[in-house]
């Protein structure tokens, strides 16, 4: 069974990119566009991996993560976090919380693939 | 030679005369119909300037030194022509303050001071002493011309006489008696001597006319008028020699100056000008008619003299006898005895009125003091003191003319009548720098006072009174000649080696330098009491708007009743005179209640200030003082308190502003620290915000361009929809970027605006169509509302149409697809032409209506929650309007759209 992913995002174009790149790689996808999504979507069906937007609406990505390592029924889930802030500080913030990897938009869409691939391949 | 009897008749008969106008003064006086209110009659009775020395000496003078006497009458001439601010200045602080007498005034001014007042009282009894003593001389001298001629022989004086010791004698007993009928009445001396005023004016009358009767007499009796007797006194040698000016020479200015400061500092002419003053306007009208009087009086001064030389042979009558002599030696014995009357009148009033002045002084500022300090429990036994005030007076002036007959009979021989005068007028002169530097500086100082007199006072008797002992044997004869101690440098009348300017212009020089000097240095060197300071600041700003009554009134920090001030009172003024007071203040104040409990501050400043009239100001202070209760502080050391309590005040307030003044401006450095921190933050924020949206598209664009490059068997539609984003994405990526760079154009005022008339509803039209198809792809319909005629509005025609599709833009975002409604409506108001755009989507939660205008303020969708620009549009717009003048803002209810209004002013007519 593929592995799925929760692409949370809410730049419509980041997120065709990113679909397309998962699908590609083989994986089973599901998008979000706000922090209340995201969560519904893992309560519905926790993902193996959710590609994470930091500056999304409603509830933002740290508070997402936060919330999802609270429970230990997730916690197996990789997060990766995805932001278009820059500050090392921000990046210190997501690994804090529990953020298995931290990217820095614009990304390089390889690299993305290859570390998405090797975590979830490393699960197995 | 007239009969003994006949002359004595005259005298008493004149002096009877005399007192029945006095005694008619006082009448009218208590009746409220004074006599003496006018300036005819204050004019008159300045001229008790002119005494016997003037009526007898000037003639004398000018037959010894022609035109020299002249400067005695150019000095108050100039006085009362130039200098009448400076009289007008005394005569309006004595009246506030209730001044009694020249020492009163000094005291009064350097802080109502004891020492200073008794010093200025012992300096004028013992300055006066031989000016009284020479009118007692001027009168029996002139007797005995009248009873001896043409016996007498060519000495003046006839002092050898024993019948004339006795004559002198009488002369002051009589004229105590008048002085005490004339000047004691009353004991408030402020309450003016109104008798004896209307009796001194009535005397300048009588000698006035007596003495230019005799000069009419001799110019056109004995000769033929001003041309023949010029002409023939010309013609003699020694009498043209007094024509020229070279007799006097350097004497003039020096003499000038003196006689400028006599005028005002000599006790009596204190007591007629500034004490007796009813009126201050009436000294309007003496600034000239004065000056006038003495015109007149000394109109026939030379004409006297040179008549005298011319028929008297050279050495055989003394000129200073001339007027009497002359008529007497042709054969007008009844015109010889008028103007011995007015000899007399020119002595008598001068006598009077120096007496009663300086009787005041005595008691007041002499006796009182001293009494009230070493006495003061016997005093305060006493119910009524206003008997032992009157009684002090008249002995003083019993004591004044005493000492005057004895210095007549030990010293006054040796003098010619002018040099004495002057000698009275050097020592009144000493008390000019206090007077005048305390009514104009206030720094002069107490102290400084003090030794300026005192030094003044010490090289005048060095100098003048010294001298005149030597000259009559009671100190060696070497003294003058040798100086003391035999020391040359100390030679009394050339002091270190200043020769040649004559006696009185070398005094003057040298103690008007000692006292002038003095004052200044120690003043400036001084530190002020606080009494001083604020006496000080009554009498120079005497005249400042809205007066200075209440200054000071705070200095008694004491409480007294008034029942207690009342029966003080009482004792000095009787009970009477005390109840018209309090009634008055009462009155003035306009207090319908009578007055209890304790007294303010300023009914006892009141109180003093009435009590200064009739003891003198330090007396009053010490009576005011003693009756305060919580005595356990002293007056002077409360003084000292209040000045070093005052010293710490200025201190500490000091100190308070200082820190004040840091406070402020170490708040004001924090609130620019705190605002470089916001900036900072601020800048932060904008380049992270700035970061984030470019990172945005710069992330589509990469993204697809990599999965373009990388995945090369995509199919060609999506790779044509992925091109497009790429495409979309760059345009956006652009515009965002020339956003920041508008909007930070805009924010540091960098923009280039081309101003010019704009039509508004041609920008309109333009922005409209320029996105009909963004429109019509939305299906979303524009209408325009617009007035028929609209004016020009000034602006930037290309920054307009941007704004308008910034709005525009946002509204079409906003609108539902499908069924979305755009709404355009120009409005003209007064000044300003109003734009709104409405459109039909969801509206704006009123919490974000306020922020909508930041930059990087992005609004979401409320339906996908992405945000629906780069969020710097409405703050561009925001920057145009306000530019060109105008206000931008938003209505919306939420679910009912949004409206976005902005105003641009019309071209300026």
Known sequence: ?124 | MIPGWLIAVASLGYLTLLFAIAYYGDRRSDEGRSLILNPYIYAFSIAVYCTAWTFYGSVGLAARSGVGFLPIYLGPTLMFAFGWVVLRKIIRISKVHHITSIADFVSSRYGKSHVLGGLVSVIAVIGIMPYISLQLDAISASFNVLLNYPELSNSGSAIDLPLFGDTAFWVAVLLAVFSILFGTRHIDATEHHEGMVAAIAFESVVKLVAFISVGVFVTFGLFDGFGDLFARAAAEPTIAKLMTMEVVGAQWAPLTLLAMLAVFCLPRQFQVTVVENVDENHLNKAIWLFPLYLLLINIFVLPIAFGGLLRFPLGTVDADTYVLALPLAEGAPALALFAFIGGLSAATGMVIVATVALSTMICNDLIMPVLLRFAWLHLSEKKDLSGLLLAIRRGSIGFILLIGYLYFVLIGESYALVSIGLVSFAAAAQFAPAILAGMYWKGASHRGALLAISGGFLVWAYTLLLPSFALSGWLPAGFVERGAFGIELLKPYALFGLDGLGHISHALFWSLLVNVGTLVVVSLLDRQSMIERIQATLFVEVFRQGGTAGVGANIWQGSVSVSDLRSMAERFLGSERTHEIFAEYARNKQLDRPMAGNASGELVQFVERRLSGVIGAASARVMVASTLKGEGVGLEELMQILDETSQVLEYSRQLEQKSEQLEHASSELKAANERLTELDQMKDDFLSTVTHELRTPLTSIRSFSEILHDTPDLGLSERQHFLGIIIRESERLTRLINQVLDLTKIERGRMEWQMSDVDLAEVIDHAVSSMHHLFEEKNVTVDIRQPETIPPVRGDRDQLIQLAINLLSNAEKFCPGGNGRVEVALESGPKALTVSVADNGPGIPEHEQENIFEKFHQVRSDQTGNPMGSGLGLAICRGIVEHLGGRIWVRSKPGHGATFFFTVPFVKQ
């Open chain 1, 1 to 124: 069974m593929a592995k799925s992913i929760l692409v949370v995002e809410d730049e419509p174009n980041i997120v065709l990119s990113l679909q397309f790149l998962m699908k590609k790689a083989g994986f089973d996808v599901r998008v979000a566009s706000d922090g209340e999504q995201a969560l519904a979507a893992v309560e519905d069906r926790a993902p193996d991996l959710i590609l994470l937007d930091v500056m999304i609406p409603k509830r933002d990505g740290y508070d997402v993560c936060q919330t999802i390592r609270s429970n230990p029924d997730y916690g197996d889930i990789y997060i990766i976090m995805l932001t278009a802030k820059g500050r090392e500080v921000d990046r210190e913030k997501g690994i804090a919380l529990g953020a298995n990897d931290y990217v820095t938009k614009p990304f390089s869409t390889r690299d993305l693939t290859e570390k998405v691939k090797l975590l979830l391949q490393g699960a197995d």
